[in-house]
Structures are given as C-alpha cells and as structure tokens.
C-alpha cells in the first residue's frame, strides 16, 4: 500500500540558537560558568518544518529572516532536508532572530529569544497560498497567525506557544491546539472550549487526546536517555500533523508523536536532533 506524502506548509519563526551546556541551569541573579557554546538553527517554525520533512512530508516554510550571515546559517538544514522555502523571505530592517539557550546535564533547559524578523511578519506580508495542512506557533505576531489560519484551506494545526492572549479564531477554527502542561494551565478551561482536539504533552510521561474536556486516549513516551530537551515539542507537533494527514487511528498518532518528541531529547540542538521517519518507527517496534 502506497503510504500518503502529507503536504504542510508551515507558517512561523526562524533563528539562530545560541546554546549553552553546562552542569546546571542558573537561579535568578546567578552566574554559572564552565558552559560549552554551540550555535544551531532552530525557531519553533523552523523546527517544524524541518522534523516534518525527515517524517516524509512534503514541506513549505513561509517565514522571514534578516538580510545577514546568521540567516544563511538558520536555513542551512531546511535546504538540505528539501523544504521548500520560496517564501522565506529576506528583512534588510531586522536582524535573523536569535534564542539565548541555557541547559542542563538533565536536559532541561531556559530560553530568552529575541525575535528580529519574526516580530516585523505582519499580516500584510503574508500573501502566499497556505497549501495542505497549516501549522503555525506563537512566535510570531498573533494577527498574523491569525490572517494564516484564515486562509487555510486543509487540516489547520496551532502550537500555542509561547503561551498568551489569542483571537477567537484559534479556538474556533483549529482542528488541532497542541500545548504542553505549563501552557495547558495558562489557558485554563479555554481550551477544552475549542472546537477541534486539544493534545496536552507532559514530557517525559507522554500525551493526551481530549475533545470537548474528554479525554480520547493517551500514550507513554518511550523511555530514553535525555541530553537536549530543546526542539522535542517542535518534533511533537510537526509528528502528530503527519500521522494526522496520514490518517492514523487517534492513538496510534499519538504513540507517533511521543516516540518522535522522545527521540529529539537525545540528542543536542533543536534541528540536528529531530530524528527520521524509520528511527522512529524502529522505536516504536522496539518500545513495543
């Protein structure tokens, strides 16, 4: 049987990863030294886009980066896994956008972004098609989310992240919300207000499926050896939207996205570590 080649397109942020490995993550007003810097590409859309296309979909990522070297950087890995960014475009009045990242021998990790370009995508700029299923986060201007969602056509999948104030649309209109568990609190019962499936992820205990406040199913996330949890939730999200297009039975998508979210933790960097569609079905035969 020929397996569906899921077509996304991708409708959010671009940076360059400044991340710190170290010991332990700093409290408040502390400085802690002895890090290791390496620098990455990431952005939660990036990031989306990237670990859809290694999970076999066809990918369009409609972004903006600044007009300077650190773009070039940022988009290195998209190219190479084949996302089409014909609508990626160049900002000559803002920088590429950058996250300050810190983690953890566990990790766990802190992160301070500053969003450049991605700020400067107002809605008037976004005049591409939205072809296929739409995923979109938070890291850009919340209209702009909003004009992309309205102009979705297919299957419409938004990443509530960072957490904050959204137009009605979101709820109204998105067939799936995904947030983790600090996020799922922020919005309160909202959520389960909304029209489509809401996915809550808990890390390393997994997911849940509601509609409606109830709940349809849950999955374990395989256990692994975490190094670098930064980009798992992106691998999640961009997981769940394949097996979605693919149409996967609601809880075998689920254990899809746990098991790629899961494979992400263990390597470092956001990018380089979103894992490809047979290590993730490997990990699946194996967790079984």
Same mark, same amino acid.
């Given at each position: ?6 077509r996304?397109?991708v409708?959010?942020s ?9 010991a332990?993550?700093?409290s ?10 390496a620098r ?10 990237l670990a ?7 990918v ?6 600044g007009?300077d070297v ?11 896994a084949?996302?089409n ?15 300050l ?8 990790? #802190?992160?301070v972004? !500053?969003? =450049? %370009?991605?700020a400067? /995508?107002?809605p008037d700029?976004l005049?591409?098609? &939205? +072809? ?12 702009t ?11 419409v999948?938004v990443?509530l ?7 009605d ?7 799936l ?6 996020e799922?609190?922020?919005?309160g019962?909202?959520?389960?207000d ?6 809550i ?17 849950e999955?374990?996330a395989?256990?692994? #050896?975490?190094?670098? !949890?930064? =980009? %798992?939730?992106?691998? /999640?999200?961009a997981?769940l939207?394949?097996?979605? &297009? +693919? ?6 998508a ?9 494979l992400a ?8 570590s979103?894992?490809?569609r047979?290590e993730?079905d ?7």
């Amino acid at each position: 049987m020929t397996r569906i080649i899921p077509r996304v397109t991708v409708v959010g942020s671009v940076n360059l990863d400044f991340v710190a490995t170290g010991a332990r993550l700093p409290s408040p007003g502390e400085t802690v030294t002895g890090a290791v810097l390496a620098r990455y590409p990431g952005g939660k859309g990036a990031n989306q886009a990237l670990a859809a296309a290694r999970l076999g979909a066809a990918v369009t990522l409609i972004a903006r980066v600044g007009n300077d070297v650190m773009a070039g950087e940022a988009l290195t890995l998209l190219a190479g896994a084949g996302v089409n960014l014909q609508h990626c475009e160049s900002d000559a009045d803002h920088p590429t956008g950058v996250a300050l990242i810190a983690v953890n021998a566990d990790g766990e990790n #802190q992160i301070v972004v !500053t969003p =450049g %370009a991605n700020a400067a /995508f107002t809605p008037d700029r976004l005049r591409d098609p &939205v +072809e296929g299923a739409l995923v979109c986060q938070l890291e850009l201007p919340v209209e702009t989310v909003a004009r992309a969602i309205a102009m979705a056509k297919g299957l419409v999948v938004v990443n509530l992240a960072p957490a904050m104030a959204v137009p009605d649309i979101v709820f109204s209109r998105a067939d799936l919300i995904i947030v983790n568990q600090t996020e799922a609190a922020w919005y309160g019962e909202r959520l389960h207000d909304a029209a489509g499936l809401v996915a809550i992820t808990y890390g390393a205990k997994g997911a849940k499926l509601f509609r409606g406040g109830q709940m349809l199913c849950e999955a374990a996330a395989p256990l692994v #050896q975490a190094m670098d !949890t930064t =980009g %798992a939730g992106d691998c /999640f999200v961009a997981a769940l939207t394949v097996a979605l &297009v +693919e149409r996967m039975m609601l809880h075998d998508a689920l254990r899809f996205a746990c098991a790629a979210g899961a494979l992400a933790a263990t390597k470092a960097g956001a990018q380089p570590s979103l894992p490809s569609r047979a290590e993730v079905d490997a990990l699946l035969i194996q967790s079984n």
